[in-house]
Structures are given as C-alpha cells and as structure tokens.
C-alpha cells in the first residue's frame, strides 16, 4: 500500500481507510472539454437561436425551402439586438405567440384534429386577393408546382387530374393540412388563414392554363 500513502486520507472507520485518487489526466481534460462544449452549445442553440432544434429539423425535412427566424425580441443579455440567422425570411416561421398558440392549442406542428368534413369554402372572385394569394405562392410554393403551377417535386396544378378534389374546400384542406408523408407540409401556422385561403383561390386560378413543361397529370379526372 506504501504507493498510496500521499492520498490516504486522514480519517478511519471501524478500519476502513479512504484513499483519494487523482482521476487520471485525460478523465479530467474530458470533463472540462464537455463542460465547454456544454457552453457553446447552449450559446449556438438556446441564447443566439442559431442551430436547428428538432422542431425546425422537421419543417425543414418537410420542407427543403423552410428556414427559420429568430424569435422577435430575442436580446442576448439584453444588450445584442435581435439576432437574425443567415437565412432570416420575414414570413418563414412563426411568431413566439404563433409558436406559443401552437404549443398549447394544437395548431401548426401539432395538429391533432382537422376541421370536419362539413367545413366548406367558396371559390375566390376577388382579384385582388387571388393577386395576393399569387404572391404568396411564387414565395411558398413556387419551388415545388413550378412558377406557372406546371408541376415539379410537387404535382401539376393546371390540369384537370388532381390527386385529392380541385374544389376550393379540398384545395384550401390539401394547403392547410399538407400531405407530410408525401413532401407536402401543412401550411398552417406558416401562413395564416386569410393566405391559405388566397392561395387557394390562385391554385384554383390556374386550372386549364397550359404552362410549357407541364408535369405529367397525377390523380383522378375532375371536371373542366
Ligand atoms: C416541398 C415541396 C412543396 C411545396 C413547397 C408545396 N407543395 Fe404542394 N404538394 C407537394 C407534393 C409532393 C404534393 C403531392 C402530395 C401527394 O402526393 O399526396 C403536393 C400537393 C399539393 C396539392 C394537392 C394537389 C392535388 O393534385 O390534389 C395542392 C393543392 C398543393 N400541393 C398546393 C400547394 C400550395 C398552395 C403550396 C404553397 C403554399 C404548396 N403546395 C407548396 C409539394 C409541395
């Protein structure tokens, strides 16, 4: 035992001794190590908001064009102005009482009920709001159905074969709740009701144009 004489410690029970080691050096970098990294990773994801939580890993999954804003108002120890990530998109994400709604009513990400089958829509008129629901669509899902609605990732909007009813209330539905199995998210929560709404009213604006470059029809014949 004479090795350990140094860290035996000076008390004794019943002939029990106690030794104090030193934990080896490299235990100890480790720990110091996890510790810093424990740091930065709460400063890259909690303070400055600039790494992706798994909320936003799954819109972004769901969505390759998502891209998230730092909540508003966020001041690092009150002092930093609100901090921006480089893909900042004003209209890209939820407001915190968006995201607090969300959390505690059951909107956007946690959509457990949908509104029942006798919820109707009327078809759009208003130019000035299918204009308005043209806009949000170049922005949200032009990447997917094509400038023109023609067709890409996601399916043709301009022809007469629809995969889930071309009649405003199933179009502003297919918007609002997505198809997330399929790469179609719910647009709930990103956009607000009024939007969805006109860019449903748009989607519908452009049945029977022929784009060039048109996908090939998906789904069932509806009436022209
Ligand atoms: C990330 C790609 C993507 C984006 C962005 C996207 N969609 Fe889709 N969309 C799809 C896919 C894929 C489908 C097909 C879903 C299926 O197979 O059931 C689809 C289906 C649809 C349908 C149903 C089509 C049918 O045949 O019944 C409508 C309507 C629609 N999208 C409208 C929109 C609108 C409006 C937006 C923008 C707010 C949008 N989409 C954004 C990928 C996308």
């Known amino acids: 035992m004479a090795e350990y004489k140094d860290e035996l410690l000076d008390h004794e029970y019943d002939g029990i001794?106690?030794?104090?080691n030193d934990l080896p050096r490299w235990w100890l970098y480790l720990f110091?190590?996890?510790?810093?990294?424990?740091?930065?990773?709460?400063?890259?994801?909690?303070?400055?908001d600039i790494g992706y939580l798994q909320e936003d890993e799954y819109r972004k999954e769901m969505n390759p064009a998502y891209v998230r804003v730092a909540e508003g108002g966020n001041k690092l120890l009150g002092v930093l102005s609100e901090y921006r990530s480089p893909y900042f998109n004003p209209r890209g994400d939820l407001t915190p009482r968006e995201r607090y709604l969300a959390q505690h009513d059951g909107s956007?990400?946690?959509?457990?009920?949908?509104?029942?089958d006798t919820t109707t829509y009327e078809l759009l008129t208003d130019a000035m709001l299918i204009a308005s629901g043209g806009e949000a669509f170049?922005?949200?899902?032009?990447?997917?159905?094509?400038?023109?609605?023609?067709g890409?990732?996601?399916?043709?909007?301009?022809?007469?074969?629809?995969?889930?009813?071309?009649?405003?209330?199933?179009?502003?539905?297919?918007?609002?709740?997505?198809?997330?199995?399929k790469g179609m998210i719910s647009w709930r929560g990103?956009?607000?009701?009024?939007?969805?709404?006109?860019?449903?009213?748009?989607?519908?604006?452009?049945?029977?144009?022929?784009p060039p470059n048109a996908k090939a029809p998906q789904g069932d014949p509806v009436a022209e």
């Not at 001794?17 to 104090?20: L, N, P, R």
């Not at 110091?32 to 400055?48: D, G, N, Q």
């Not at 170049?138 to 023609?150: A, P, V, Y």
């Not at 709404?197 to 049945?207: E, T």
Request: proline residues 3%; glycine residues 8%; negative net charge.
């Open 32 to 48: 110091y190590l996890s510790i810093i990294w424990a740091f930065l990773y709460m400063v890259y994801y909690h303070v400055m």
């Open 108 to 116: 956007p990400l946690l959509v457990m009920t949908r509104e029942t």
């Open 17 to 20: 001794k106690e030794m104090d």
């Open 190 to 210: 990103t956009l607000s009701e009024e939007e969805i709404v006109n860019v449903a009213g748009y989607v519908l604006s452009l049945k029977g144009t022929s």
């Open 138 to 150: 170049q922005k949200s899902c032009s990447q997917c159905h094509g400038k023109l609605g023609e």
């Open 152 to 181: 890409g990732v996601g399916p043709n909007l301009t022809d007469y074969y629809w995969l889930h009813g071309a009649d405003m209330t199933s179009v502003v539905k297919s918007v609002k709740y997505g198809y997330p199995t």
